[in-house]
């Protein structure tokens, strides 16, 4: 059985709409700070980078740097999907009737925050690999009669709306990841209840 007829539904948009469903909090009401800090502000910060004709110009420590980030989650991912089915049979667990509910919360969260970072470095190696660069430089030789050299063309960084998207799509995986952290801390608060 495959994934899509075994839930319903595509296991990606699964993924975003289980991540949305959490911008909800415990008593039903919207997580508005949450709302501002995953969605708009990556906007307003991407649209101000655009407007600004910033170049992020270190795509390759980029790409390490989310690489990483991304491996962390996904090692995450697995230790809170074996931190809840531990939990189901923890006798000390039935009267915590929220904790539960936390930690389900918490996997959609970074299961999403794996997918954002997914698509973040496929987003950054896409650009990194239509870089502009200048033209190539011919050297001649100091020496007389020597042969010129040519110098490759020097990155010029990504294009001024790529390095939007990069920047706001990295905005937003922060929030989501702060988002977890908070989470989290809320489990936690409520196991030493």
């Known amino acids: 059985m495959d994934e899509e007829s075994a839930t319903?539904?595509?296991?990606?948009?699964?993924?975003?709409?289980?991540?949305?469903?959490?911008?909800?909090?415990v008593r039903g009401g919207f997580l508005?700070?949450?709302?501002?800090?995953?969605?708009?502000?990556?906007?307003?910060?991407?649209?101000a980078i655009w407007l600004s004709g910033f170049r992020v110009a270190i795509v390759g420590d980029l790409i390490a740097g989310f690489s990483v980030l991304a491996g962390?989650?996904?090692?995450l991912v697995i230790f809170v999907f074996q931190l809840r089915l531990g939990i189901t049979s923890d006798p000390r667990i039935q009267t915590k009737a929220l904790l539960p509910t936390l930690i389900d919360q918490t996997f959609s969260n970074v299961l999403y925050a794996v997918l954002v970072s997914f698509a973040l470095i496929a987003t950054t190696v896409a650009a990194a690999a239509t870089e502009p660069h200048t033209d190539p430089v011919v050297t001649p030789s100091a020496v007389e009669g020597g042969q010129a050299t040519i110098e490759a063309g020097v990155a010029l960084g990504l294009e001024p709306w790529v390095s939007a998207v990069v920047i706001g799509l990295a905005v937003h995986l922060l929030a989501v990841v702060g988002m977890c952290l908070s989470r989290t801390r809320r489990a936690y608060i409520e196991l030493t209840r």
């Open 72 to 75: 962390f989650l996904f090692g």
């Open 32 to 47: 508005w700070w949450q709302i501002i800090a995953q969605l708009v502000l990556p906007i307003v910060v991407g649209v």
């Open 8 to 25: 319903g539904d595509d296991a990606r948009t699964g993924m975003i709409w289980d991540h949305l469903a959490t911008l909800r909090g």
